[in-house]
Protein backbone atom coordinates (compact mmCIF):
# COMPACT_ATOMS: atom_id res chain seq x y z
CA UNK A 1 0.00 0.00 0.00
CA UNK A 2 1.08 3.74 -0.87
CA UNK A 3 2.25 5.66 1.87
CA UNK A 4 -1.08 7.84 3.77
CA UNK A 5 -1.35 11.29 2.13
CA UNK A 6 -1.65 13.30 5.64
CA UNK A 7 -2.44 17.22 5.72
CA UNK A 8 -1.11 18.94 9.01
CA UNK A 9 -3.28 21.62 9.82
CA UNK A 10 -2.05 24.47 12.52
CA UNK A 11 1.18 22.92 11.46
CA UNK A 12 2.99 26.03 12.93
CA UNK A 13 1.62 25.37 16.48
CA UNK A 14 2.95 23.30 19.14
CA UNK A 15 1.43 20.10 18.38
CA UNK A 16 1.46 20.88 14.34
CA UNK A 17 5.14 21.25 14.26
CA UNK A 18 5.50 17.70 16.39
CA UNK A 19 2.97 16.09 13.99
CA UNK A 20 5.30 17.38 11.26
CA UNK A 21 8.57 15.50 12.95
CA UNK A 22 6.67 12.00 13.49
CA UNK A 23 5.44 11.93 9.91
CA UNK A 24 8.94 12.25 8.70
CA UNK A 25 10.14 9.29 11.44
CA UNK A 26 7.72 7.27 11.14
CA UNK A 27 6.95 4.28 7.75
CA UNK A 28 4.07 4.39 6.10
CA UNK A 29 2.57 8.06 6.12
CA UNK A 30 4.01 11.12 3.78
CA UNK A 31 3.21 14.96 4.62
CA UNK A 32 1.20 16.37 1.27
CA UNK A 33 0.33 19.74 2.90
CA UNK A 34 -0.10 21.94 5.70
CA UNK A 35 -2.67 24.57 6.96
CA UNK A 36 -2.50 27.83 9.14
CA UNK A 37 -4.86 30.18 9.13
CA UNK A 38 -5.38 33.41 6.68
CA UNK A 39 -3.04 36.16 8.13
CA UNK A 40 -0.61 33.85 9.73
CA UNK A 41 3.32 35.07 9.61
CA UNK A 42 3.62 31.44 8.92
CA UNK A 43 2.41 31.16 5.44
CA UNK A 44 4.98 30.02 2.89
CA UNK A 45 7.39 28.57 5.11
CA UNK A 46 8.09 25.17 4.65
CA UNK A 47 6.61 22.89 6.95
CA UNK A 48 9.56 20.32 7.60
CA UNK A 49 12.09 23.74 8.14
CA UNK A 50 9.51 24.67 10.80
CA UNK A 51 9.28 21.57 12.23
CA UNK A 52 12.98 21.44 12.35
CA UNK A 53 13.37 18.30 10.39
CA UNK A 54 14.87 19.66 7.02
CA UNK A 55 13.54 20.94 4.06
CA UNK A 56 10.16 19.07 2.51
CA UNK A 57 9.00 21.16 -0.15
CA UNK A 58 5.91 21.75 1.53
CA UNK A 59 5.06 25.09 2.38
CA UNK A 60 1.93 26.32 4.80
CA UNK A 61 -0.77 27.35 2.63
CA UNK A 62 -4.23 29.11 3.98
CA UNK A 63 -6.39 26.40 1.71
CA UNK A 64 -7.69 23.07 3.24
CA UNK A 65 -9.77 22.58 0.92
CA UNK A 66 -7.22 22.57 -1.60
CA UNK A 67 -5.20 20.45 0.79
CA UNK A 68 -8.10 18.08 1.77
CA UNK A 69 -9.10 16.77 -1.98
CA UNK A 70 -5.69 15.43 -2.45
CA UNK A 71 -4.92 13.71 0.86
CA UNK A 72 -6.59 10.63 2.84
CA UNK A 73 -6.13 12.21 6.00
CA UNK A 74 -5.84 15.44 8.10
CA UNK A 75 -4.04 15.70 11.74
CA UNK A 76 -5.43 18.71 13.79
CA UNK A 77 -4.87 19.79 16.83
CA UNK A 78 -5.92 23.76 16.59
CA UNK A 79 -8.96 25.22 18.19
CA UNK A 80 -13.15 24.13 18.57
CA UNK A 81 -14.11 26.22 16.10
CA UNK A 82 -11.04 25.88 13.46
CA UNK A 83 -12.26 22.06 14.44
CA UNK A 84 -15.76 22.08 13.10
CA UNK A 85 -14.86 23.58 10.20
CA UNK A 86 -12.24 21.51 9.21
CA UNK A 87 -14.42 18.17 9.96
CA UNK A 88 -17.08 19.68 7.34
CA UNK A 89 -14.57 19.48 4.82
CA UNK A 90 -12.87 16.30 5.87
CA UNK A 91 -16.71 14.98 5.55
CA UNK A 92 -17.10 16.17 1.99
CA UNK A 93 -13.74 14.95 1.08
CA UNK A 94 -14.35 11.54 2.87
CA UNK A 95 -11.35 11.26 4.09
CA UNK A 96 -9.61 10.47 7.78
CA UNK A 97 -10.01 13.60 10.40
CA UNK A 98 -8.04 13.15 13.39
CA UNK A 99 -8.57 15.56 15.82
CA UNK A 100 -6.79 16.28 19.01
CA UNK A 101 -8.37 19.85 19.70
CA UNK A 102 -9.75 19.89 23.30
CA UNK A 103 -12.06 22.31 24.58
CA UNK A 104 -14.97 21.23 22.21
CA UNK A 105 -19.16 22.85 23.83
CA UNK A 106 -22.10 20.74 23.15
CA UNK A 107 -22.68 22.73 19.75
CA UNK A 108 -19.08 21.64 18.53
CA UNK A 109 -19.60 17.95 19.56
CA UNK A 110 -22.72 17.86 17.67
CA UNK A 111 -21.12 19.25 14.52
CA UNK A 112 -18.16 16.66 14.62
CA UNK A 113 -21.14 14.00 15.07
CA UNK A 114 -22.97 15.21 11.91
CA UNK A 115 -19.16 15.47 10.06
CA UNK A 116 -18.52 11.32 10.93
CA UNK A 117 -21.31 10.05 8.75
CA UNK A 118 -18.90 10.72 6.16
CA UNK A 119 -15.47 11.31 7.68
CA UNK A 120 -13.67 8.65 9.53
CA UNK A 121 -13.09 10.19 12.60
CA UNK A 122 -10.64 9.40 15.45
CA UNK A 123 -11.42 12.35 18.22
CA UNK A 124 -9.39 11.64 21.78
CA UNK A 125 -8.95 14.62 24.48
CA UNK A 126 -5.25 12.59 24.94
CA UNK A 127 -3.49 10.23 21.73
CA UNK A 128 -1.03 8.79 24.51
CA UNK A 129 -1.11 5.04 24.81
CA UNK A 130 0.01 6.01 28.92
CA UNK A 131 -3.66 8.14 29.23
CA UNK A 132 -5.65 5.55 27.90
CA UNK A 133 -4.16 3.11 29.47
CA UNK A 134 -4.32 5.01 32.78
CA UNK A 135 -8.24 5.50 31.64
CA UNK A 136 -9.02 2.16 31.91
CA UNK A 137 -7.09 1.89 35.38
CA UNK A 138 -9.58 4.36 36.62
CA UNK A 139 -13.00 3.23 35.33
CA UNK A 140 -12.00 -0.19 37.25
CA UNK A 141 -10.95 1.62 40.48
CA UNK A 142 -14.20 3.99 40.75
CA UNK A 143 -16.24 0.40 39.74
CA UNK A 144 -14.49 -1.36 42.66
CA UNK A 145 -14.46 1.64 45.30
CA UNK A 146 -17.71 2.84 46.45
CA UNK A 147 -19.10 6.47 47.13
CA UNK A 148 -16.88 6.55 50.29
CA UNK A 149 -14.00 6.94 47.80
CA UNK A 150 -14.33 10.70 46.86
CA UNK A 151 -12.69 11.20 43.04
CA UNK A 152 -10.98 14.39 42.44
CA UNK A 153 -9.17 15.03 39.30
CA UNK A 154 -5.68 17.55 39.28
CA UNK A 155 -4.14 18.26 36.21
CA UNK A 156 -1.51 20.84 35.46
CA UNK A 157 -0.03 22.60 31.71
CA UNK A 158 1.95 24.84 30.63
CA UNK A 159 1.47 28.74 30.85
CA UNK A 160 0.27 28.94 27.22
CA UNK A 161 -2.59 26.51 27.19
CA UNK A 162 -6.13 28.03 26.38
CA UNK A 163 -8.77 25.41 27.94
CA UNK A 164 -9.35 23.99 31.31
CA UNK A 165 -10.57 21.52 32.57
CA UNK A 166 -7.78 19.79 29.91
CA UNK A 167 -9.46 17.24 27.44
CA UNK A 168 -7.41 14.62 29.51
CA UNK A 169 -9.02 15.30 32.74
CA UNK A 170 -12.43 14.86 31.17
CA UNK A 171 -12.03 11.95 29.51
CA UNK A 172 -10.62 10.66 33.20
CA UNK A 173 -13.62 12.08 34.86
CA UNK A 174 -15.57 10.45 32.15
CA UNK A 175 -13.84 7.19 32.57
CA UNK A 176 -14.69 7.51 36.35
CA UNK A 177 -18.22 8.19 35.55
CA UNK A 178 -18.42 5.23 33.76
CA UNK A 179 -16.95 2.79 36.70
CA UNK A 180 -19.25 4.60 38.72
CA UNK A 181 -22.11 4.75 36.46
CA UNK A 182 -23.34 8.20 36.69
CA UNK A 183 -23.33 10.69 34.04
CA UNK A 184 -20.24 13.19 34.77
CA UNK A 185 -22.02 16.16 33.40
CA UNK A 186 -24.91 15.83 36.41
CA UNK A 187 -22.54 15.26 38.96
CA UNK A 188 -18.60 17.08 37.89
CA UNK A 189 -17.98 20.21 39.88
CA UNK A 190 -15.26 22.61 38.09
CA UNK A 191 -14.54 25.32 40.46
CA UNK A 192 -14.83 26.08 44.22
CA UNK A 193 -14.73 29.27 45.53
CA UNK A 194 -15.78 31.22 49.22
CA UNK A 195 -18.28 28.88 51.23
CA UNK A 196 -18.91 25.88 49.16
CA UNK A 197 -19.95 23.76 52.09
CA UNK A 198 -19.51 19.88 52.36
CA UNK A 199 -18.64 17.62 49.70
CA UNK A 200 -21.38 16.52 48.15
CA UNK A 201 -21.09 12.44 48.08
CA UNK A 202 -20.98 10.98 44.60
CA UNK A 203 -19.18 14.34 42.80
CA UNK A 204 -16.04 14.48 40.52
CA UNK A 205 -14.08 17.52 41.47
CA UNK A 206 -11.89 18.95 39.02
CA UNK A 207 -8.54 21.23 39.62
CA UNK A 208 -6.79 23.11 37.28
CA UNK A 209 -3.25 24.29 37.29
CA UNK A 210 -0.98 26.70 34.69
CA UNK A 211 2.38 27.65 34.18
CA UNK A 212 5.91 27.03 32.91
CA UNK A 213 6.58 24.86 30.44
CA UNK A 214 4.70 21.53 31.79
CA UNK A 215 4.00 19.27 28.75
CA UNK A 216 0.98 17.47 31.07
CA UNK A 217 0.38 16.21 34.37
CA UNK A 218 -3.19 14.32 35.42
CA UNK A 219 -3.78 12.96 38.90
CA UNK A 220 -6.83 10.92 39.54
CA UNK A 221 -7.10 10.92 43.48
CA UNK A 222 -9.36 8.71 45.46
CA UNK A 223 -9.91 9.51 48.72
CA UNK A 224 -11.43 7.70 51.78
CA UNK A 225 -11.99 7.55 55.30
CA UNK A 226 -7.82 6.91 56.41
CA UNK A 227 -6.43 6.03 52.54
CA UNK A 228 -5.88 7.43 49.61
CA UNK A 229 -5.09 6.24 45.93
CA UNK A 230 -3.39 8.34 43.53
CA UNK A 231 -3.11 7.35 39.75
CA UNK A 232 -1.03 9.54 38.23
CA UNK A 233 0.43 10.21 34.61
CA UNK A 234 3.44 12.87 33.36
CA UNK A 235 3.84 13.55 29.50
CA UNK A 236 7.02 14.80 29.48
CA UNK A 237 7.25 15.09 25.27
CA UNK A 238 4.48 16.14 22.74
CA UNK A 239 6.02 13.22 20.78
CA UNK A 240 3.11 10.95 22.39
CA UNK A 241 0.92 12.66 21.22
CA UNK A 242 2.47 13.11 17.76
CA UNK A 243 2.73 9.41 17.18
CA UNK A 244 -0.45 8.36 18.80
CA UNK A 245 -2.47 10.57 16.31
CA UNK A 246 -0.10 9.38 13.32
CA UNK A 247 -1.34 5.54 14.73
CA UNK A 248 -4.87 6.64 14.58
CA UNK A 249 -4.42 8.10 11.24
CA UNK A 250 -2.89 4.68 9.64
CA UNK A 251 -5.98 2.86 11.91
CA UNK A 252 -8.64 5.03 10.64
CA UNK A 253 -8.09 4.42 6.75
CA UNK A 254 -9.07 0.92 7.12
CA UNK A 255 -12.17 1.65 8.98
CA UNK A 256 -15.84 2.83 7.82
CA UNK A 257 -17.19 6.51 8.35
CA UNK A 258 -17.87 7.13 12.18
CA UNK A 259 -16.53 8.66 15.44
CA UNK A 260 -13.63 7.00 16.96
CA UNK A 261 -11.50 6.91 20.01
CA UNK A 262 -7.76 6.21 21.07
CA UNK A 263 -9.52 3.48 22.96
CA UNK A 264 -10.89 1.67 19.27
CA UNK A 265 -6.92 2.78 18.07
CA UNK A 266 -5.18 1.02 20.52
CA UNK A 267 -7.39 -2.01 21.32
CA UNK A 268 -8.02 -1.35 24.89
N1 LIG B 1 -5.31 15.21 22.22
C1 LIG B 1 -4.02 15.32 22.54
O1 LIG B 1 -3.30 14.33 22.73
C2 LIG B 1 -3.43 16.69 22.65
C3 LIG B 1 -4.23 17.78 22.43
N2 LIG B 1 -3.71 19.04 22.43
C4 LIG B 1 -4.63 20.11 22.06
O2 LIG B 1 -4.27 20.55 20.76
C5 LIG B 1 -4.63 21.92 20.61
C6 LIG B 1 -3.44 22.71 20.12
O3 LIG B 1 -2.45 22.75 21.11
P1 LIG B 1 -1.04 23.48 20.83
O4 LIG B 1 -0.37 22.89 19.64
O5 LIG B 1 -0.34 23.50 22.13
O6 LIG B 1 -1.55 24.96 20.49
P2 LIG B 1 -0.89 26.04 19.54
O7 LIG B 1 -1.58 27.33 19.82
O8 LIG B 1 0.60 26.00 19.66
O9 LIG B 1 -1.24 25.53 18.06
C7 LIG B 1 -2.49 25.66 17.45
C8 LIG B 1 -2.24 26.10 16.02
O10 LIG B 1 -3.46 26.05 15.29
C9 LIG B 1 -3.52 27.26 14.54
N3 LIG B 1 -4.88 27.58 14.14
C10 LIG B 1 -5.88 28.14 14.86
N4 LIG B 1 -6.96 28.32 14.09
C11 LIG B 1 -6.65 27.87 12.86
C12 LIG B 1 -7.35 27.79 11.62
N5 LIG B 1 -8.61 28.23 11.49
N6 LIG B 1 -6.72 27.27 10.55
C13 LIG B 1 -5.45 26.83 10.64
N7 LIG B 1 -4.72 26.87 11.78
C14 LIG B 1 -5.33 27.38 12.88
C15 LIG B 1 -2.93 28.31 15.47
O11 LIG B 1 -2.63 29.48 14.78
P3 LIG B 1 -2.68 30.91 15.58
O12 LIG B 1 -1.63 30.83 16.63
O13 LIG B 1 -2.40 31.90 14.49
O14 LIG B 1 -4.05 31.02 16.15
C16 LIG B 1 -1.72 27.54 15.97
O15 LIG B 1 -0.62 27.62 15.08
C17 LIG B 1 -5.19 22.36 21.95
O16 LIG B 1 -6.60 22.25 21.94
C18 LIG B 1 -4.60 21.33 22.93
O17 LIG B 1 -5.35 21.16 24.09
C19 LIG B 1 -2.40 19.27 22.68
C20 LIG B 1 -1.56 18.22 22.94
C21 LIG B 1 -2.00 16.85 22.96
O1 LIG C 1 -2.79 21.78 25.60
C1 LIG C 1 -1.96 20.88 25.84
O2 LIG C 1 -0.75 21.08 25.86
C2 LIG C 1 -2.47 19.51 26.06
N1 LIG C 1 -3.72 19.30 25.85
C3 LIG C 1 -4.42 18.08 25.98
C4 LIG C 1 -5.47 18.19 27.05
O3 LIG C 1 -6.20 19.21 27.06
O4 LIG C 1 -5.60 17.28 27.86
C5 LIG C 1 -3.51 16.89 26.12
C6 LIG C 1 -2.22 17.14 26.85
O5 LIG C 1 -2.45 17.06 28.22
C7 LIG C 1 -1.54 18.43 26.43
Redesign the pocket.
Known amino acids: MSDMRLVV ?2 A ?5 RQLVQAITEMSGVTVCAA ?3 EG ?1 K ?1 LGQDAGTLAGVGELGVPLT ?1 D ?1 LAAFVKAEGVLD ?3 P ?2 TV ?1 FAELTAQARIVHVI ?4 FDAAHEAKIEAAARHARIVK ?5 LGVNLLAELVRSAARALDEDFDIEIVEMHHR ?4 AP ?2 TALLLGEAAAGGREIDLKARSVRVRDGHTGERPVGDIGFASLRGGSVV ?1 DHTVILAGEGERIELTHKAQD ?1 AI ?1 AR ?2 VKAALWARRQKPGLYSMVDVLGL
Do not use: C, L, Q
Not at 12 to 16: I, L, S, T
Not at 160 to 163: A, L, N, P
Open positions: VGGGRMGIERSFDPFTRDAGGTTGSGNMSHKVDSGGRFGA
